[in-house]
């Protein structure tokens, strides 16, 4: 049975479908305004921007090349996480590269991902319900799933082991960071985020893909009844992906516990200060207030500029030195629900720090129990 999600989007699909059945039948393209001369001056703009340091990230290689932007997916180096939005362009119709949509919002927010995928996404890209494609066993909020239902719902989105991945979200960079982690947990490295995601995108004058109907819906809505199948025990379809569990990068609640008193790792929480002070209450209800004993806060939005893009190198280690994290230390990173988290993982993976871990449960496992410590700014 595919997750309620699908199931409510589904039926809307199909009424629509009925009613249009003859404008549905292939995506259709939005055509960006900007002229073909466009690339060149985003490139131009591009290597100025990043010349004066002297230094030009190889994910912008296909930006600053000149007029042929069409470089192989190969060299893209695994060290850094992201590539931009010219560098995806340049890329987009290469055979092994998929792009996913991994748009997840907070419940404020009202906003529906599957919703928004229709109405506008990049060319080809998959749908990755990031709710969808967790463990069926817990109540806590797209907590990992197991290596079988992982690479079940991967199978069914069409994914291979030989496949390069870019991940992008509606928000510019957000829950992108999460299927990024997702992949490498279960041993994919060949996986980036797209600065900027969607927004930046649209706003570099790309075309954008509509598609009420389509087979990427179908893919989305097998990947959710694949997990489902393999939670029941029931038989699925051929598996196309492989996974190689990396223990290392996903904590649980008691490793957490032991860290308090060990301190092997450096704990930093990516929540808002207020929640982390136990100022703010929660957003989700039975939740104390506060953060775990000897963590640091560094919000996520402070490894962001305004338009969402992760920062340069020497800035996020500013970031990281003014909160006391060293680079030479181990790194867990938790959050609300193991989004943001991988954010800050993320941007230690762009200073060279592939190994942090994420407590997967977060703040809403450990302030959802009786027995687990809590500081607040006034306990301190």
């Known amino acids: 049975m595919a997750s309620a999600l699908f199931a409510r989007t589904l039926l809307g699909h199909r009424l629509f479908h009925s009613s249009a059945h003859s404008v549905c039948q292939k995506p259709q393209i939005f055509t960006s305004l900007f002229n073909k001369r466009s690339d060149l001056l985003r490139a131009d703009s591009a290597y100025t921007k990043y010349r004066v340091s002297g230094w030009v990230p190889r994910v912008m290689a296909s930006s600053v090349a000149g007029a042929r932007a069409d470089f192989s997916t190969q ?28 748009s997840w919002y907070m419940p404020d927010e009202q906003r529906n991902p599957i919703q928004e995928y229709q109405v506008a996404h990049i060319p080809g890209a998959l749908f990755f319900d990031v709710d969808g494609i967790s ?15 992982f690479a079940a719902a991967v199978s069914a989105l069409g994914i291979e082991n030989k496949n390069d991945l870019v991940v992008y979200d509606g928000k510019g960079l957000f829950s992108a960071a999460r299927v990024w982690w997702m992949f490498r947990a279960f041993g994919h490295d060949r996986v980036w985020v797209l ?11 790309y075309d ?25 025990g029931q038989t699925v379809g051929p598996t196309t992906f492989q996974t190689k569990f990396q223990p290392h990068l996903v904590w649980t609640l008691e490793q957490v516990k032991k860290n308090i008193e060990e301190r092997t790792h450096q704990h930093i929480d990516a929540r808002g200060k207020a929640r982390f002070d136990g100022t703010a209450s929660e957003p989700r209800k039975g939740i104390r207030s506060g953060h775990v ?16 893009t992760l920062l340069p190198a020497d800035e996020l280690k ?29 941007g230690l993976h762009r200073l060279g720090k592939s190994d942090v871990a994420v407590y997967d449960g977060s703040w809403t496992e450990w302030g959802a129990q009786s027995d687990t410590p809590i500081n607040t700014s006034t306990s301190l």
């Open 135 to 149: 463990d069926r066993t817990t109540k806590l909020p797209h907590m990992l799933p197991s290596e079988d239902a």
């Open 195 to 205: 600065d900027g995601g969607l927004p930046r995108w649209r706003a570099s004058g």
């Open 75 to 102: 060299s893209v180096s695994t060290n850094e996480p992201v590539v931009s939005v010219d560098w995806l362009h340049a890329n987009l119709k290469e055979p092994d590269l998929k792009v996913l949509d991994a």
């Open 318 to 346: 500013k970031r990281f030195d003014d909160a006391g994290i060293t680079l030479e230390s181990p790194v867990v990173a938790s959050c609300g629900t193991g989004v943001t988290a991988c954010i800050l993982a993320l």
């Open 208 to 232: 954008v893909e509509s598609s009420a109907s389509g087979d990427a819906i179908l893919k989305a809505s097998a990947a959710s009844e694949a997990i489902e199948k393999v939670y029941k």
């Open 293 to 308: 004993p000897g963590s640091k806060c560094i919000p996520f939005a402070q490894l962001l500029d305004a338009s969402a």
